[in-house]
């Protein structure tokens, strides 16, 4: 998994967190519970995944080593 796609997944899921923001704000405003609830659980996984996918890992380190090596 290269780590382009990891940022595209990152930008995804920083939108889908606006999203969940918005539909918090929305069910608190008119009163929906379960538009609320929702929109809580999406903004928790939004920033899990933002912060998972942005996270360096060992195996980045080893291959722009190699592609270092390479040029």
Do not use: C, N
């Not at 930008?11 to 538009?35: P, W």
């Amino acid at each position: 998994m290269g780590s382009e796609f990891r940022v595209v997944i990152a930008s995804i899921a920083a939108f889908m967190t606006l999203g969940g923001a918005f539909a918090t704000i929305h069910g608190l405003l008119y009163d929906k519970t379960h538009v609320m609830h929702g929109g809580v659980i999406t903004v928790l996984f939004g920033i899990l995944f933002v912060v998972v996918m942005l996270t360096p890992w060992p195996r980045d380190s080893e291959a722009e080593a190699q592609t270092k090596t390479k040029s």
